[in-house]
């Protein structure tokens, strides 16, 4: 439990755009305290927070309409104030029950909500000017609750106290990103608590740390450091707290790559100077260890075997299931981890180079203003591996999340090859097998984890993407290398089942 003491609107204002950046749909804020000490001033603070960045909602209250919904918010909110409710039959007839909206509720005492799990009680006691704020979080809330305050800290002690906030970007992951407007320049706070570490399911190790992906921030601020070290526009950091999991970094803008596929916006000198950088990647060595001050060495993985065992697996472990009822039978899993045993070593590299491994549309930005390598802003880069040059132009070129024809994928495929013509270690041939290994390997992958992400976590959007990466598979596995893989999927989850599902 939490108590503070506001003086002013504007604390109270603030106080409620904190509590908004952590709105969640299917929670609940709970607002108590007497008539007058300020509970539909907060709600409408909380609610008005919640408006896409300039626009304005208004908010008007549910005294004698009960129950007032407001859609088109970041997070959908029911806002309801139970005052005039006399009955349980009463309060069942609202229907407060929804998982796709975050309840703000008014006098919540005059209903039952101590059934709510995630939920957020506020009381409110005070007059005039000066309130006394009793917070207490349960279960989703209560991490939130302890988040927020320690944000708070964070921008104190590094001197952004008081910067105006704004959320940012959330996503299927663990961090979350908000905008902090400060001093007329835009700085992004980078929230990525330590990840916890998930259950064994190989040897003693979770899925995370057999797949090398990034469990705290360290990772991120010292693969940014070295990227801008080597002369690529990566985010710079202004300050940070490696315990909490906390930055505050360079903002580079909405010129998102993706945002151009979706808005038609010409995209061939980006892309153009994505591939470029790509190629100049290649011809680098990289080390092996990163660090940034008071932080110990980040060691940059191999992206070996049985990181991209571990990954196919997804497929098994979730798209078979949801695709078949069950999982697959002993046989059909033995073949198809023996083919890809037989597949994985063609993108073995004496020389091994850093793969970003999520270079694709919604990590790139697109910075003109900037000159050569600069010109793409590179982020999400903490699953940094030493890797084949080959991944990330897969990641690029066929990009999950936006439509990538394979004609366009050939000319920059080309372009690539040729920028690396003049390099004697370079081999087409070979490059095209790694490519189409990584390729399948990468869309397998990406399968599995759009069908975890349906199953396991109930965001179903992501199946909308199925199909396309579906497609992407289907042109790797054209690849004479990739026979085997080929008629494996012909026999066990066709192209047809594999879209028919999403």
Not at 256 to 266: A, D, I, L, S, T
Not at 421 to 426: E, I, K, P, R, V
Request: proline fraction near 5%.
């Amino acid at each position: 439990m939490v108590e503070l003491t506001k003086q002013t609107r504007e604390d109270m204002a603030r106080l409620a755009g904190d509590l908004a950046l952590f709105a969640r749909a299917g929670t609940a804020i709970l607002i108590s305290g007497d008539l007058g000490a300020g509970k539909t001033e907060l709600a409408r603070s909380l609610i008005a927070a919640l408006a896409p960045a300039g626009a304005a909602v208004e908010v008007v209250s549910p005294t004698f309409t009960i129950v007032q919904d407001y859609d088109e918010l970041r997070v959908p909110v029911r806002h309801a104030d139970l005052y005039r409710i006399g009955s349980a039959a009463e309060l069942t007839e609202l229907d407060l029950d929804s998982a796709e909206k975050m309840l703000v509720i008014e006098w919540p005492e005059r209903g039952r909500f101590v059934d709510q799990e995630d939920r957020l009680e506020i009381a409110l006691s005070g007059q005039g000017s000066t309130r006394t704020i009793r917070l207490e979080g349960y279960g989703y809330w209560r991490a939130a609750l302890e988040r927020t305050f320690a944000i708070a800290r964070f921008l104190e002690a590094s001197h952004f106290a008081g910067a105006p906030r704004r959320f940012l970007q959330g996503d299927a992951s663990f961090r979350r990103y908000e905008r902090l407007s400060w001093k007329g320049q835009s700085r992004v706070l980078m929230d990525m608590p330590a990840r916890p570490d998930g259950p064994p399911i190989a040897g003693g190790k979770s899925y995370s740390k057999i797949a090398h992906l990034a469990e705290d921030i360290s990772a991120v601020l010292a693969v940014n450091r070295a990227l801008i070290d080597f002369g690529y526009s990566a985010p710079e950091t202004y300050a940070y707290d490696l315990k909490q999991g906390l930055a505050v970094i360079e903002d580079l803008g909405d010129d998102v790559y993706g945002r151009r596929y979706v808005e038609g916006v010409p995209l061939d000198e980006p892309l153009a100077a994505a591939v470029a950088l790509l190629v100049d990647m290649a011809g680098r060595n990289w080390p092996r260890q990163v660090g940034i001050d008071g932080g110990a060495l980040h060691v940059v993985p191999d992206y070996d075997e049985e990181a991209q065992l571990v990954e196919v697996d997804l497929l098994l472990s979730w798209m078979w299931p949801r695709l078949h009822g069950g999982p697959p039978p002993a046989e059909a899993a033995a073949d198809f981890r023996a083919i890809w045993m037989e597949l994985l070593p063609l993108t073995r590299k004496a020389r091994p180079i850093w793969v970003l491994r999520d270079f694709h549309s919604p990590n790139l930005l697109w910075l003109p203003e900037r000159s050569g390598h600069r010109r793409v802003g590179l982020i999400d880069t903490q699953d940094c591996v030493m890797g084949d040059p080959a991944y990330d132009l897969v990641s690029l070129l066929q990009d999950a999340r936006v439509d990538v024809d394979e004609a366009m994928s050939a000319k920059f495929f080309a372009q690539y090859c040729g920028l690396r013509a003049g390099d004697s270690a370079f081999d087409r041939e070979a490059f095209a097998a790694s490519f189409a290994v990584l390729g399948a390997q990468r869309a397998t992958k990406i399968l599995g984890i759009f069908s975890r992400l349906s199953m396991r976590d109930g965001k179903h959007i992501y199946l909308a993407h199925i199909p396309r990466v579906s497609r992407y598979l289907e042109t790797n596995l054209r690849h004479p290398a990739l026979a085997p893989l080929g008629r494996w999927f012909a026999q066990h989850l066709p192209r047809h089942l594999r879209e028919a599902g999403r």
